[in-house]
């Protein structure tokens, strides 16, 4: 049985992931959140996103890298040109998840068949894109709040969506 591709993201109301550079929100039940769920996962990451992210991988994250530079050291994970082909390397894993950025997940969606949103309740008039969640595409199936709090500067929702019509994941 080939991998499921999960798409994992915050995204603002309108939107977007960022401003630029990093996540532009503090919101440690998210955190923990994305690393309970990542944990011992293989992953997907953009080049810039994983720079970003270098320190925080765990000895059981197995990274895969899409980058064009096929020379790019990738300790315990591997570079690759593209999302099929870490999807075929990650054909024997129960999951695979994209954990962005921009260009990843705009590359990754059409070959997902969950996402795991984060919905953050804010407008970030600007940004970084994630892909336009279509209802026709896309259902949710679950959905977990967190209010405002004292380590909470704004009030989130993640929200599990299942794809509605599959895709051929061989093409
Ligand atoms: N809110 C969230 O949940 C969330 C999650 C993740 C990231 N982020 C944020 O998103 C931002 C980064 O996103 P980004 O879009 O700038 O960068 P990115 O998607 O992380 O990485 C872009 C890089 O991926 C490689 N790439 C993209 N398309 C490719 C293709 N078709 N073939 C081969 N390689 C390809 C290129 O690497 P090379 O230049 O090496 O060729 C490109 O420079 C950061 O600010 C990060 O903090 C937010």
């Known amino acids: 049985m080939s991998a499921t591709l999960t798409l994992i993201a915050a995204v603002s109301v309108d939107g977007y992931i960022s401003r630029g550079t990093g996540v532009p929100w503090d919101l440690p ?3 923990a959140h994305f690393r309970s769920y990542t944990r011992d996962k ?9 720079e970003e992210m270098l320190g925080w991988f765990q000895p059981g994250h197995h990274p895969l ?3 064009h530079d096929p020379k790019l050291l990738v300790p315990n994970g591997k570079a690759v040109a593209s999302v099929p082909e870490a999807l075929r390397l ?10 962005g950025g921009a260009e990843i997940y705009q590359a990754a969606i059409v070959h997902a068949h ?11 008039a600007g940004g ?9 595409d896309w259902e949710p199936v679950s959905r977990r709040s967190q209010a405002m ?3 909470h500067a704004v009030s ?6 299942q794809r509605i019509q599959r895709l051929d994941l061989a093409a």
Request: charge should be negative; hydrophobic fraction near 40%.
């Open 29 to 31: 039940a998210d955190r």
């Open 65 to 67: 890298v899409l980058t």
């Open 149 to 151: 709090d004292d380590d």
């Open 156 to 161: 989130f929702e993640i929200v599990t969506y």
């Open 42 to 50: 293989w992953l997907l990451l953009g080049r810039r996103t994983y």
């Open 90 to 99: 990650a054909d024997r894993q129960r999951e695979l998840i994209c954990c």
């Open 114 to 124: 969950r996402l795991i949103i984060t919905e953050v309740h804010e407008f970030l």
């Open 128 to 136: 970084l894109p994630f892909p336009k969640i279509s209802k026709h």
